[in-house]
């Protein structure tokens, strides 16, 4: 099993007993083959439990993500809208009718016909003036517990709502592979033989959500090195896939074009009989209550805030790198063209003065301007001071490699177990060290093997991570990275140099941890496997500042120098709307694309005719007219499969994830040139 990037479409995820009460009776009875079983032998007890299941509203953790994305302006007027829910199993543990039919529905709703959600309690669902069947409370729900309702006038929603079949259709279930490593899977992979030193090395990224394949083969090769894991991918793999499955429900009605439109995810719990959904004897005017579980807006207004609208209109000013305008002042310009802006700065006697600093993300090859090389600080060093830099045509220090040492520092202090952790280490170091020198010096001809050094204490695994962590600013505070808001304004991306130097004074910091005297100086600048060395001389990266980042969980981005893919070192969300990301290597292009599970439905337009069609996945068959609804948007669900099943010869019955291969569209993908 190799480590790459899939998704399955499953008809549904039927659950164990669905929620209820339930009874259990256990019988026994002894006797023998021969005998006849006595009365007074036979044993029985009754006892009784209940399965408990969401009804009424849903957990945020329930929800991975919608589309359109909440509050977006984009261009959605040809895509059914879809919901994911992390429980796979949650459409089908209740039950709208007839058997297999899920319970719940995603109902669209056009700017000014969207009912006005309220909030009542269970003892005040069913109600005079709206249709909503009685029911039955089930153990732990109270009669004053609140729950969301929509009151829908019986016409609109007949047109809306989508029959028992149509319902069947329109939810299935997305299998995707994410990557976790845990204590069973490093158990397996060391029965299977691997070498205790990579499961060492793994256990270094244990507990860790890896998203996606890239990330992953990007995690294992830092932590065992390029060689190491080619070799071992395909055994990592078979025992640290996480195999998610995510419930999709979809909506059959289309956005409406230039307008708002508002998605409810409804309970249509026991609201089908034979007959169809039971009206409960409303006419056309009258109010139907629905409970509503989530609910999101969005427009159709305008092209440019859709996903690939969003990100081919980012702002790329030249050189499109962390870095303010130039000024008159040439010998600020040099600063400015290093990425380094002006701020204010105390001084130890208490003044104030300004002084530069720039973050570890540089518009130039370690963050040197070709104009102003100032010397490479000789690690390590004692104290921050020893960092900062002096102009004496300016004027002005540069504080920045004094600012990431006393930054490291802190954060080794923050973290209690880091810096005991590493203090234990370097004491046991030390104390074997002087063990060595001992033995050498009392050493006889006739110790023989007792001579031989003894094994230094192993680096603790949570120190080495740790390390490694930060040599790819996990946890450095976002005002260090970009330290003025004009070097990321709104809808933008930056690229950059990781300027290594600056990250080695961060791990220097942290690794001057137990670090007092001269000769505790002198043994870790001597040490040759220092901890404090960066392990990526070469990384490049981007920043990425959008509302298609909250929009789109989980972008995938890959990275290309010019004749191969780079390495994915990190990709974190350091906000709802800001993205970094690192490559190992020298990024010529970037290409930014939606996770596979993101896969929505859409529909074709013809531009002259305004009609919408559908082009098939598999024969390249093309459906036109949509069959749809009067008027409404509100697509023809079940006709619609049957048109599917006949062009592309399906011999099976009609069943959802068929459905959803077929109507799915591709996800987008937008590339990027890095330009200096």
Known sequence: MAIVDEIRFLQNHLPGPTPGEYEITVEQKVGTKSAKIAEKNQFSTTRNFSVRGDRFMLKPADVQAVFPPAGSLGDHANVLPHILLTRSTLPWERGAGAEGIP??????????????????????????????????????????????????????LAEILPDQEELAILTHVREVTDYLITDQALAALKAEGMAEDVVEKLAGIKGQQ?????????????????????????????????????????????????GMSTAHLVSLEGRYNANGFDKQGAGEKDLIRLVSLWSWSFACLDHQQSFSGLLTNLTRTPPSTLRLPDVRAAAANAYLAAGAVPLWHRLRQGGRTVSWYHGPLAPAENGLADNDPPSTPDLPVRTADELIRYNPATGMFDVSYAAAWELGRLLALQSKNFSVSLYNWKRAHAQHNRQSEERLIHASPLDGAANDAQKAAAIPAEVSDWFRRRSLLEGVPFNYLVPDERLLPLESIRFFWLDWLWVECLLDGAFSIGRVTFAEHWHDKDRKKNLAANPHRVVTGMILRSDVVAGWPGLLVDAFDVDKKLTLLRADRLSANVLLCLFGGEAATVEIHQRPEMLHFGLDEDAQTQTLHKKLRDDQADISPIPLRQATRVLKIWKLAEEIWKLAKETKPITSERFAWQMIENVEKVRFERKP
């Open 103 to 156: 319970w719940l529905a995603l109902l669209l709703f056009h700017e000014g016909e969207a009912p006005a959600p309220t909030i009542v309690s269970l003892e005040k669902l069913p109600a005079v003036n709206v249709k909503f069947p009685s029911f039955t409370r089930e153990r732990g729900q109270g009669k004053d517990d609140l729950v969301t309702v929509i009151d829908v006038p019986l016409q609109l």
């Open 210 to 258: 890896f998203i996606g394949a890239e990330e992953f083969l990007a995690a294992l090769k830092a932590a065992l090195g390029e060689q190491t894991a080619g070799k071992c991918e395909d055994m990592i793999a078979k025992h640290c896939a996480d195999h998610t499955e995510l419930a999709v429900i979809i909506g059959n009605r289309l956005p409406k074009r230039q």
